[in-house]
Every structure is written in structure tokens, then in C-alpha cells.
């Protein structure tokens, strides 16, 4: 229907401040049937007329609107407004009905919403600068409302309690665990979120690269109908990878899984939540310095400290968490490799704002991160090297991962160099902007040059790519935080030094957890676990420690590879006993068409059935490992697993049949 200025008018004077959906739709409905009567009118015979009332009506509202501020409206009311009265279509762009699409007029949200806008030209370029989210679209923006509102209003200061049982720096998964479990439990709890809530695992790495690999592991399957060999009686001819839906899948997915970490859920638990930067400005107390919030990074120093808080506490928590580490020149040197400071590369931080797939991909490290992406994009149709310095998952079992690289060298037809330097890179081009979307035009060049001593002749070669991946560790966010002043010892590439009951070993009132602290496994799950063990401790005085957990970690490749406890020994025969079991003879394995993808390695005490590490190479190795770290707790031996009855037919079996290996070897027998 055609709706005329008037009613446009009256829709946004009226339902601006409706906060029910009853209300609203009664409005629409009334707006509908006056719209009705007004085409109704200037069809039939009054299109004089009613072109006189439009032109009066657009003149009256020119001037109200020249003397009026501009309202706020509720995003769901605009959105539902914009679509009805365009007849269809998304956003905040509303169209008079006597203009074309290039003279739309935007309702624009007050400078003071917490919401984002999709496709705004302004918030796009500060998600992007100041958050590493891009594109802006309407999955983002669901992210960005739920995890780093807008304009954050903080807690006044005479909300801000006397003195909290617990306030935690940082908001990923230590963070989010520590502050609710205390606010749960009785604490008066506050949390500091500078960035995205949620941390790197939901906003820039377990979440979305999990996404990816489900996709990748679909296309796979499909492909595997159109090998030689296939004899399901399956067959499907053809195949397409839409890349940039790929992507805007996992966008979605993350949106979904966003609100759990999200502010509001936290306010909702007890949790005062803060935005900004927290630092230490003495042994008990934290300051939060607002976090730009739109305005300029050069804004008035006084108008930024009128905003600054300052929070006292019983116990603090820092739950900073990682950052990528960029490789220097080798590893003798410190020295940063030529080039690479100006060069368009990617971390995980960006990598997952990809809208157009890399024809090449060179990954510069060979950890979980880097295979779990070479796979991937690998899959995808991507070209991809990987440059590992020393060898690929080099704190793991050496024959799971020359496994691991004879899979992915072969299926994958990746390429591999160890023992590699690089010795530079060279940028070819610049990504450009506006180059088509989805275009190659869109994405940069560079050329890298290495070095590999793997063979007994060191080769040097020029690998060019339209995407060079960093993938070569973390380092602990320590920097900036006032720990001189809470005297809190730390060091840079290490990070924080805790005891064993996750305390500071210089300031007992203040614990660690995840990424930030020296010594532990940077594993989404050890976070979480630490932030129960320092509630506990912090708060009810008791002696849960570190040292009593048992930490799986999981790299969910196709096969996985997963691995608990110790797994990596000098001199196996000596130190340990092993109990290996491959798949080749697992019926589950079989009928799936893995057999020839996987072994269980268990390692055990030297003359006992004392579990002490164990690595699966399987399809879901993740799911395997489980039981594995369960014996490990709680000291079940592993003949007590060989004992334990397991369905049949699953790959679980293969751990039950390392303990049969066990039990076997102590037989009775009949003389």
C-alpha cells in the first residue's frame, strides 16, 4: 500500500514510546486501514487533492522536524515500522512514498543507544578498528549488542557497593566463570569487560572455527561419494562452496551462542558489570577507565577522569587472557622478520572477517589453530602451506603427529615445511576496498621467503599468497594493568606467577586465571576450571589446587587429535609402559570407513596400570578422551577400564582393548 508522509508521521510520533507488542500492532493496524482510505482517495478520483495534502503535510513536517530534536526510537519498533511501511525489507531506512531509493531518509538512533546499527558506515569502521568485527551485518551487530554494547552506561558511583568480595579484570571464560559463580553464591561480584565478553573463544576462536570445520567436514563427506573407490551406492555429481555463506553461517551461530556471555545475562546473575579498561592502582583497589565509547581516543582527559571508578576489593581475579604471538626472525633471534610489521597478515583475530576465500594460504606455525584452519580452507579450495620451526604439534607424541601430517598431506593435499625460518615478506599488493564482493581484487598479495633444513640440504623457496595466517602461539595480556602497584609479579611472555591455589605469589588477595598466568595449559575449558578453584579458595578459605587437575585438550581436525596428561617422553621403554590399539581392527571404525585413520596410545607408570598420559588420534577423539581424564582423577587403573563393559560397535572400544592389553599381559594360565 502506499503510505503518505502524514502517516509515516504518525507512526513514528506515536509508537515511538509503545512498549508493548499489543499496542504496536493495533497502531500498524489503524495505520493500515487510514492507508487503505488514502490510496483509496487519490485513486479514485481525489488525486488532485490528495497531492495538495501531501505537499502541505511534507512542508509541516520539514518544519517540526527543523524545530524538534530528533526522537529515540526502540529498535524493534523502528525495524517493524521500517518494514511496514516500505512494504517489506529490513533495517532503518524508511522511504517516502513520492521519493526513490536514493533519497532515503534514515532514522537515526540517539548518539547515547547501546545498539548497533547494521550496515552504519560509522559503527562498521569503529567495529572494525577498535573490535576486529566485520561486516558489520546483522549477525554482528546481534553479537556486538549482546557482548560490547555501544554505549555502555556503567554502574553510577553510588551503585558501586564499598567493597566487593570479588571483582575480575577480564571477561572471557575465567572471567564470566569467577564473577557469576560469586555472585551466584551469595559475593558481591564485579567484572571488567574492555573488549568482547565471551573472549576469544566465542568471538575469535573455539565458536567460529568450529563452525567452519562442521563445514568443511560436510563438504568432505560429499566428496567421498565422488572418489573411485566409493561403494555406499551414494553418489552426488556435483558440489559448490559459497564461501561467503559459509562465513555468514558461523556469524549466525555465534549470535546465537553470544547472549550466554553477554552483559545483560551477567546483570541478570548479580554481576555488576563494567565496560572499560580495569588497571590496579594499589594492592586493593581497581580503576575502570571508560572504554572510548564512540568518542574520540584524544577525548578531554577531565571529562574521562569525571568517568573513572574506582572499585575496592576483598579478593580480585585477573582473567586478561592471550594474544597472538608474531615470530621473530628464527629461533636464535629476536629480531622481527623483515617486512612482516607492514605486511597485510591475519591472526585468529581477523581471519574469521574472511568474505572472499584466499586462492593460496601460506599458515606460519603448526599447532591446534594453524591445522585446524589449514583443513579447513584447505577444503574449501584454498592452496595452503604450512611453516612449522620446528614440527608440526611438537609438545605431542611423535607418531600421532607424523599421523596427523601423513593424513592432511595426503586427503588434504597439504603442503608441509619443517624446520622452517622465514626470512621475509614482501608485500605484493594492499588489499583493496570496494573491489567486488567476494573477489579476489579484494584481497592482498604477499610473498614469503623461507628456509627449511628438514632435508639434508637446507632449500630456500618464494611462496606468494592472498592470505598469510600467524598462527605461532600466544602471549599473556599483562601489560597496562597497574600490576606493579598491586604487587603482583609477572613476567611478559610467561605472564603472571600463581601458587598452587591460583593466588598471586606476591599478593595473596589476588589470583589468576587462563591465558594471563605462567604455566598453564591455554585451553578455554582450564580457564573455566581455574575460576572455580579460585571462588572457592578466595571466598570460603579453602585449598583447591591447580595441580589437581586433570586437563584434556582436543584439536578437532578429521581425524581429531586429542591428548591428557603426559604424552611426550625421552626414552619411553625406560619411563613408561605403553599400550597402543589402532583402528585397523575396531568394527565401528571399519563400518564407518576410518580404520586406517587412527590409534590410542595409553602411557602407564612403568610396571603398574597408573594412567599418566594418553593421546587418541579418531574421529571424535574429543569424546574419547573424556574417559581417559576421568581414570586420571580418580585413579581408576587402567585394567579397571579394560574391565569396563563399552557399546559395541564404537571407537570407544579401542581404549577398553588397550586395558584388555593390560590384563592380557598378567593372565592366569592353565599349565
Known amino acids: 500500500y502506499i503510505a503518505p508522509p502524514f502517516l509515516e508521521t504518525f507512526a513514528m510520533n506515536h509508537c515511538s514510546s509503545i512498549n508493548n507488542i499489543i499496542a504496536f500492532h493495533y497502531t500498524i493496524l489503524v495505520i493500515y486501514f487510514l492507508s487503505l482510505f488514502t490510496a483509496a482517495t487519490s485513486f479514485g478520483g481525489g488525486g488532485s487533492s490528495s497531492f495538495l495534502i501531501r505537499q502541505r503535510t511534507s512542508s509541516l513536517i520539514r518544519q517540526q522536524q527543523q524545530q524538534q530534536q530528533p526522537k529515540e526510537y526502540h529498535p524493534f519498533l523502528k525495524y517493524k515500522l521500517a518494514h511496514c511501511l516500505r512494504g517489506g525489507g529490513g533495517g532503518g531506512d524508511i522511504l517516502h512514498p513520492n521519493s526513490n531509493r536514493s533519497s532515503t531518509t534514515k532514522l537515526k538512533m ?24 566485520s561486516p558489520l551485518d546483522e549477525y554482528n551487530v546481534q553479537l556486538l549488542n549482546e557482548v560490547h554494547h555501544k554505549a555502555y552506561r556503567n554502574p553510577d558511583s553510588e551503585s558501586v557497593v564499598e567493597e566487593y568480595d570479588l571483582v575480575v579484570i577480564g571477561a572471557g571464560a575465567g572471567g564470566l566463570v569467577s564473577s ?49 573407490d566409493n561403494d555406499t551406492g551414494i553418489t552426488v555429481k556435483h558440489v559448490d562452496v559459497d564461501f561467503p555463506q559459509i562465513m555468514k553461517r558461523m556469524r549466525k551461530l555465534r549470535a546465537v551462542i553470544a547472549p550466554i556471555d553477554g552483559h545483560e545475562r551477567g546483570k541478570d546473575i548479580g554481576v555488576d558489570v563494567f565496560q572499560g579498561r580495569g588497571r590496579f592502582v594499589s594492592e586493593n583497589m581497581i580503576e575502570v577507565l571508560p572504554r572510548n565509547n564512540g568518542g574520540d581516543d584524544d577525548d578531554d582527559d577531565d571529562e574521562k577522569e569525571k568517568e573513572r571508578i574506582l572499585l575496592k576489593f576483598k579478593k580480585a581475579v585477573i582473567a586478561t587472557g592471550g594474544r597472538p604471538s608474531i615470530p621473530s626472525l628464527s629461533s636464535s633471534s629476536s629480531s622481527p622478520i623483515p617486512g612482516i610489521d607492514t605486511a597485510p597478515y591475519v591472526t585468529n583475530e581477523q581471519l574469521f572477517n574472511l568474505q572472499a576465500l584466499p586462492p593460496r594460504m601460506v599458515i606460519l606455525g603448526g599447532g591446534v589453530i594453524a591445522l585446524e584452519m589449514a583443513q579447513a580452507f584447505a577444503t574449501f579450495g584454498s592452496k595452503v602451506t604450512v611453516l612449522a620451526r620446528s614440527r608440526i604439534l611438537s609438545n605431542g607424541d611423535d607418531e600421532a603427529a607424523n599421523l596427523m601430517k601423513k593424513i592432511m598431506q595426503e586427503e588434504d593435499n597439504i603442503t608441509f615445511y619443517s624446520k622452517t625460518d622465514v626470512l621475509e615478506v614482501e608485500t605484493l599488493r594492499q588489499p583493496t576496498l570496494g573491489g567486488g564482493e567476494g573477489g579476489e581484487e579484494s584481497l592482498p598479495l604477499m610473498k614469503v621467503s623461507i628456509k627449511s633444513t628438514e632435508s639434508e640440504e637446507a632449500i630456500t623457496e618464494e611462496l606468494e599468497c592472498e592470505c598469510l595466517l600467524i598462527a605461532t602461539g600466544r602471549l599473556p595480556n599483562v601489560q597496562n594493568l597497574g600490576l606493579e602497584k598491586a604487587n603482583v609479579q609477572y613476567d611478559e611472555r610467561k605472564g603472571i606467577h600463581i601458587n598452587d591455589l591460583a593466588q598471586s605469589t606476591s599478593n595473596p588477595n589476588v589470583y589468576a586465571v587462563g591465558d594471563c598466568v605462567a604455566n598453564v595449559p591455554r585451553l578455554t575449558h582450564m580457564s573455566g576450571e581455574m575460576a572455580k578453584v579460585v571462588v572457592q579458595n578466595a571466598l570460603f578459605e579453602d585449598e583447591w589446587k591447580v595441580s589437581s587437575l586433570v586437563v584434556p585438550a582436543c584439536m578437532y581436525t578429521e581425524p581429531e587429535y586429542a591428548t591428557v596428561g603426559r604424552v611426550k617422553f625421552s626414552d619411553e621403554k625406560d619411563e613408561v609402559d605403553v599400550y597402543t590399539t589402532s583402528l585397523e581392527h575396531n568394527d565401528r571404525a571399519i563400518l564407518d570407513g576410518d580404520s586406517n585413520h587412527g590409534v590410542v596410545k595409553i602411557c602407564c607408570q612403568k610396571g603398574t596400570d597408573t594412567i599418566v598420559g594418553c593421546t587418541i588420534v579418531a574421529p571424535r577423539a574429543g569424546e574419547m578422551i573424556n574417559e581417559v581424564s576421568l581414570a586420571m582423577k580418580y585413579g581408576i587403573g587402567l585394567g579397571q577400564i579394560g574391565r569396563n563393559i563399552h557399546c559395541y560397535p564404537t571407537t570407544g572400544e579401542a581404549i577398553m582393548m588397550c586395558g584388555l592389553q593390560f590384563i592380557n599381559a598378567r593372565w592366569k594360565r592353565l599349565d
Not at 540517539?110 to 573490535?131: H, I, M, Y
Not at 573472549?199 to 572418489?227: E, F, H, Y
Open 180 to 228: 557469576r559463580q560469586a555472585a551466584r553464591r551469595g559475593g558481591k561480584s564485579a567484572m571488567i569487560s574492555e573488549k568482547l565478553a565471551g573472549g576469544d573463544c566465542l568471538n575469535v576462536g573455539c565458536v567460529p572455527s568450529k563452525s567452519l570445520l562442521k563445514c568443511a567436514r560436510q563438504l568432505r563427506d560429499i566428496r567421498n561419494t565422488q572418489s573411485s
Open 110 to 133: 540517539s548518539a547515547k543507544s547501546n545498539s548497533w546499527v547494521e550496515g552504519s558506515e560509522e559503527d562498521s569502521k569503529r567495529a572494525l578498528t577498535e573490535l576486529d568485527i
